[in-house]
């Protein structure tokens, strides 16, 4: 990944390691980031629903140094079936600074589902070295929330649907300070509509793609002022970085 400012100054993986720091004393004791991908005309997703078609390989790089910034990797479920997640995996080059960090080799993964509609003997639970979190509800099948914690960590986080407050406040509470948030658009404007969000980080792809596919947000109106923190270009394609304006 060649990434620039906006002096033409190149920036290396450590620079990116700097420019994407946590605060080191979050005013609320956590940070929550989100991080996500836009074309130029507001599209979330290539024509074939998945995010992969409007990246790039700097933006994947990205992701990648995000992750290995944060405690933990929260996405909604049925994101992270259609984009084919697997479990958070230790990486050589991250292992310097997560060590200097206090960290663990890798973040945990956290998902997010109300109906708890997931396979317990999926590759997220069986193959994750640590055990993989779910955020759910009181109203979920009792003979799923059996099945899932027999490989997973299950967190009741709502009545009918995952509250966001009390999710992010149960993962503060596991000593998550440093969270990173990965969609999808519903649970990422539930998020912000909440107040709970702390930043933003929007890759913008340089592509125009028209038709109906749904933006970084999906759902209620949504009105928080953001305010630009942040600036890196690689190519035609802009890695933004915005905090969210208000109390955090």
Request: proline share 6%; charged share 25%; aromatic share 4%.
């Amino acid at each position: 990944m060649r990434q620039l400012d906006l002096t033409g100054t190149e920036v290396d993986r450590a620079g990116l390691a700097v420019a994407y720091a946590y605060p080191e004393i979050p005013p609320r004791g956590w940070w929550l980031r989100a991080n996500m991908v836009s074309t130029v005309d507001g599209a979330a997703v290539a024509p074939n629903g998945v995010t992969r078609g409007i990246s790039s390989a700097a933006d994947r790089d990205l992701l990648g140094m995000l992750r290995a910034l944060a405690d933990v990797v929260i996405v909604g479920s049925s994101t992270a079936t259609k984009e084919r997640y697997g479990p958070e995996k230790a990486r050589p080059e991250d292992a310097a600074f997560r060590a200097a960090a206090g960290q663990p080799p890798h973040a945990t993964l956290a998902l997010v589902s109300s109906g708890l509609d997931l396979d317990p003997d999926a590759a997220l639970f069986r193959e994750a070295d640590t055990r993989t979190l779910v955020l759910t509800t009181a109203s979920a099948p009792p003979e799923r929330l059996t099945a899932l914690e027999k490989v997973a960590d299950v967190i009741v986080a709502g009545d009918t649907v995952v509250d966001p407050k009390i999710a992010i406040a149960a993962l503060a509470e596991r000593g998550h300070r440093r969270m990173l948030c990965e969609g999808g658009p519903r649970w990422l404007a539930a998020l912000a509509a909440a107040g709970v969000l702390d930043e933003l980080c929007v890759t913008m792809s340089a592509k125009l793609l028209g038709g109906d596919a749904f933006r970084i947000l999906r759902g209620g109106l949504v009105d928080a002022p953001l305010e630009l923190a942040g600036v890196l270009a690689e190519g035609s394609d802009l890695f933004l970085r915005y905090r969210v304006a208000g109390p955090s």
